[in-house]
């Protein structure tokens, strides 16, 4: 069973038009976290939520925001797209910040800008 | 900051062993992960090493040097299935709690018959 799930799988927007990205977990995990991969680069972190504490990246641009109204689900929220947030987003969760605690990805979401 | 770098592609056969290598220099370091990555899903947990050494686990086993900021990933017994992008990470603390895994670009590793 999928234990964190991405909604949908695939995201088709206009450009401009706000839009936003969903995660859930079953693992009941302390933390998630939004990353961006687009096509052949390495998934860059966004941001991240301890609990209810969110930590943005520094270099993660305004347009982009994170809600997480519950320990279950957290989202995405990209104001204004450009062409270049096309890209997959993967959420992940890890238990705590533990030397060896692993991140569980999931499936992402693939976000395409017209 | 982290940078890390890996070969871009790798190609190999069925049945063989590929070591696929990762060399790091960071600012900070709090372990090395390795994940596997399919086209089109989400990336998998494949090891942790935090102290120099090989650590194994079945098919795979990963070998790290802190000292030389080096890392490899050894599969053996390669399979179809093993074609996958593998992603090296350099785990760091964050601020405010939680891991920062910083990611390589990743190798493109295909096996063929």
């Known amino acids: 069973d999928a234990m964190v799930i991405q909604n949908p799988r695939y995201q088709v927007t206009q450009f401009g038009k706000p839009v936003t990205l969903s995660c859930s977990q079953t693992?009941?995990?302390?933390?998630m976290y939004w990353y961006q991969q687009k096509s052949s680069q390495a998934p860059k972190l966004l941001f991240h939520?301890?609990?209810?504490?969110?930590?943005n990246e520094a270099d993660t641009p305004d347009n982009f925001q994170s809600r997480r109204p519950n320990t279950s689900f957290c989202f995405l929220d990209i104001r204004s797209p450009g062409l270049g947030d096309a890209a997959m987003y993967l959420c992940?969760?890890?238990?705590?910040?533990?030397?060896?605690?692993?991140?569980?990805f999931g499936s992402g979401t693939q976000l395409s800008v017209l | 900051g982290q940078n890390i770098d890996q070969p871009t592609e790798m190609t190999a056969t069925e049945g063989a062993i590929v070591q696929i290598n990762c060399t790091y220099q960071?600012?900070?370091?709090?372990?090395l992960f390795w994940y596997q990555q399919h086209a089109g899903e989400a990336p998998t947990f494949l090891s942790y090493?935090?102290?120099?050494g090989l650590e194994e686990k079945g098919r795979f086993s990963s070998f790290l040097s802190r000292s030389k900021g080096y890392s490899y990933l050894l599969l053996k017994e390669l399979q179809m299935k093993d074609s996958a992008s593998y992603l090296c990470?350099?785990?760091?603390?964050?601020?405010?709690?939680?891991?920062?895994?910083?990611f390589g670009t990743g190798t493109q590793l295909k096996v063929e018959l």
């Open positions: 992940a969760t890890s238990r705590s910040n533990r030397l060896n605690e692993k991140l569980f």
């Open positions: 693992l009941n995990h302390n933390v």
């Open positions: 939520y301890y609990d209810k504490d969110f930590n």
């Open positions: 960071t600012s900070g370091f709090n372990g």
């Open positions: 090493n935090v102290l120099d």
């Open positions: 990470a350099v785990r760091d603390l964050l601020t405010g709690g939680g891991n920062k895994l910083t």
